[in-house]
C-alpha cells in the first residue's frame, strides 16, 4: 500500500507501517505547504491509497467521501510521535 504523511506528523511515523507499504512524507514528495484540496490532488494523482494526518478539519474542508483515497485522522492530546503512537 502506499501511503502519505501529512506533514503536521512526525517523520519517523513512517517505521510504524512496516515494511510491507511504501510510506512517503509531504516533505519527501517536496509538498510542504500545499493546500489541503491541491495535496489531495497530487497524491491521488501519484497513486497514494492512504493519507494519514491529524487534522481534524479536514472532513469540513474538503469533500473527502467522493475521494478514491482512504483518509485516516490520527487523534491525540500533541502530534509528538510517542503519544501518537
Not at 8 to 34: A, Q
Not at 47 to 54: D, K, M, P
Amino acid at each position: 500500500m502506499k501511503i502519505l504523511l501529512d506533514e503536521s506528523l512526525p517523520r519517523k511515523k513512517r517505521y510504524d507501517f512496516g515494511k510491507d507499504h511504501e510510506v512517503w512524507t509531504v516533505r519527501d514528495k517536496d509538498w510542504l505547504g500545499k493546500k489541503n484540496g491541491e495535496l489531495l490532488k497530487l497524491m491521488i494523482d501519484d497513486g497514494f491509497e492512504l493519507f494519514v494526518t491529524a487534522d481534524q478539519n479536514l472532513q469540513y474542508q474538503q469533500r473527502i467521501e467522493k475521494l478514491p483515497v482512504t483518509i485516516a485522522v490520527l487523534k491525540g492530546s500533541d502530534n509528538r510521535l510517542t503519544t501518537l503512537q
